[in-house]
């Protein structure tokens, strides 16, 4: 008969030894981990829905401001207006600015943008901005998240169903479950014969639809730039490839993209003359508007009902959305000038200008009225949307919303 085991002096302090250990590493996991470095505040209750603006303000005056450095234009997730400063993003009530959730961690924020209901946080790690967190914008509950290589800054942008970041030296596609569609570029540690280690160029300036990213890129040992059309393929660090040589437009040029629909690419060529080309997947430039005057460096897109605007620094070009088909200009008329890309509104197109806005017929671009603001001086453009009846304006690192 075997004898039963008889636990010893020694067994216990082993026993002991690794429950400690455990403890211990936990502990340090814990401690190291983005969940400690976190503060998360949920909605106390339900948010309720924005309600579609059925007629443009007559007057506008501002209702509330708050500092929002890390977007680049007004984003509205959900039923609210999310700003992004320091560490945290906010949710905001657009009517009052009242912040109804908030996400933080302990370092500063890359960039916000958004996709679906979600907003879209990127943070710094050792390998770039590339610690991505998404916040669902109508309770605050946090959302996908996903690591990546980053550059040390990057761009966002969302067609509406996809998220682009990019960098001067590597760009990558999500999709609103954080789920990698693309990833080009630089890479710190390859793990793939044929995939490139080191950035071949610098990305100037990018944007993508659900079905391709196209990148402006300013390559060693090239004189003009270089218009890349990217692919989802079946591996995501191996999209399909469609180089487009730019011959006579400088790397050092204002040339970029302006947007992507389907598979064309809408992109700003300063020379020979002047030009917004709409390129195909295969290359060939299939649509070509011409510009009374250069763009200057300061340009902003927005994309809003259906179109697509461009301000070009004193002009705003107007594009449909679906196949970026040129529609009309607004150009500067007497004392007013565009200074800013717009927003639609009640199916008028919103126009900010010098002293105001100026409302026109989203279809046909016909001047309807101007409603008169009083802004300070600015370097920026202003970036406006609509949320609900409530304006939005993007002015540099602050947010400004404004009401009847």
């Known amino acids: 008969m075997v004898k039963p085991e008889r636990r010893t002096k020694g067994d216990l302090i082993a026993a002991a030894a690794i429950v400690l250990a455990v403890i211990l590493g936990g502990t340090l ?10 503060i998360s505040r949920p909605a106390q209750q339900p ?17 509330w401001s708050a500092t929002s450095a890390k977007t680049r234009r007004p984003i509205v997730a959900g039923s609210v207006v999310v700003t992004g400063d320091g560490h945290q993003i906010d949710g905001r009530d657009p009517v009052t600015g009242a912040s109804l959730w908030s996400y933080a961690r302990d370092v500063d924020l890359c960039a916000v943008s958004s996709v679906y209901q979600y907003a879209v946080g990127v943070y710094p790690d050792p390998r770039g901005c590339g610690q991505v967190s998404t916040v669902d914008a109508n309770t605050g509950q946090r959302g996908p998240a996903r690591s990546s290589l980053g550059d040390p800054e990057v761009r966002l942008s969302s067609d509406g169903s996809t998220v682009l970041s990019y960098g001067d030296s590597r760009l990558e596609q999500w999709r609103s479950d954080m789920v990698r569609m693309i990833s080009y570029g630089y890479l710190d540690a390859p793990i793939k014969p044929g995939v490139p280690a080191s950035p071949l160029c610098r990305l100037v300036s990018a944007a993508a639809s659900p079905d391709s990213v196209a990148v402006m890129e300013a390559c060693p040992k090239q004189t003009d730039m270089q218009l890349t059309l990217l692919k989802p393929a079946k591996e995501e660090d191996q999209p399909d490839i469609k180089r487009v040589n730019q011959p006579g437009v400088s790397v050092d040029s204002d040339a970029q993209v302006i947007a992507v629909a389907g598979t064309s690419v809408a992109v700003y060529v300063p020379t020979p003359s002047p030009s917004v080309n709409v390129i195909d997947e295969t290359g060939s430039t299939i649509a070509s508007t011409a510009l009374p005057r250069p763009a200057t460096p300061v340009t902003a897109v927005t994309h809003s009902g259906g179109l697509i605007t461009w301000y070009t620094g004193d002009s705003v070009v107007v594009l449909d959305a679906d196949g970026l088909r040129y529609k009309y200009t607004v150009s500067p008329q007497g004392n007013q000038a565009p200074i800013g890309p717009a927003t639609v509104m009640a199916g008028e197109l919103l126009v900010p200008v010098t002293s105001g806005y100026d409302t026109f017929d989203a279809e046909t671009g016909e001047p309807l009225t101007h409603i008169a603001l009083s802004r300070p001086v600015l370097n920026s453009p202003v970036v406006p949307a609509a949320a609900g009846s409530t304006i939005l304006e993007q002015r540099g690192d602050q947010l400004v919303a404004l009401g009847q």
């Open 29 to 38: 996991i814990w401690w190291n981990s983005d969940a400690r470095a976190t």
């Open 47 to 63: 948010i309720p829905q924005l309600r579609v603006s059925h007629q443009v303000p007559v007057t506008l005056h501002q209702l």
